[in-house]
């Protein structure tokens, strides 16, 4: 059984900096995808950043290109989103989702396991 734990939200300024992390338990780490996604109130959950199991494939979305950065340490069986230059929109509820292998669709219906969220809010 795959579990996943968010942590390391909260709130900041806008243009500071926060780091996530999501601890994986569960069969072999490495054969997993692993991605983030975001909600907003009254907004769709949205496909963040992925990075395959070997870290060879990393893909993040538009609007946090060249701010955000996922990455992961199969020996911790962690996977991170290192945020900077954050900005009031932001804002949302973040989850880790995994799934085994990759299709290249990085979103939600692709994606089998979920933390419970952690909260990230920038104040302007």
């Known amino acids: 059984q795959v579990q996943l734990v968010e942590s390391g939200g909260g709130l900041v300024q806008a243009g500071g900096s926060l780091r996530l992390s999501c601890a994986y338990s569960?069969?072999?780490?490495?054969?997993?995808?692993m991605a983030w996604f975001r909600q907003a109130p009254g907004k769709e959950r949205e496909f963040v950043a992925g990075?395959?199991?070997?870290?060879?494939?990393?893909v993040h979305a538009d609007s946090v290109k060249g701010r955000f950065a996922i990455s992961r340490d199969n020996a911790k069986n962690t996977v991170y989103l290192q945020m900077s230059s954050l900005k009031p929109e932001d804002t949302a509820v973040y989850y880790c989702?995994?799934?085994?292998?990759?299709?290249?669709?990085?979103?939600?219906?692709?994606?089998?396991?979920w933390g419970q969220g952690t909260q990230v809010t920038v104040s302007s």
């Open positions: 990075i395959s199991g070997n870290a060879i494939i990393i």
């Open positions: 569960g069969p072999t780490f490495n054969s997993y995808s």
């Open positions: 989702a995994g799934r085994r292998g990759i299709d290249g669709i990085w979103a939600p219906r692709s994606f089998d396991y």
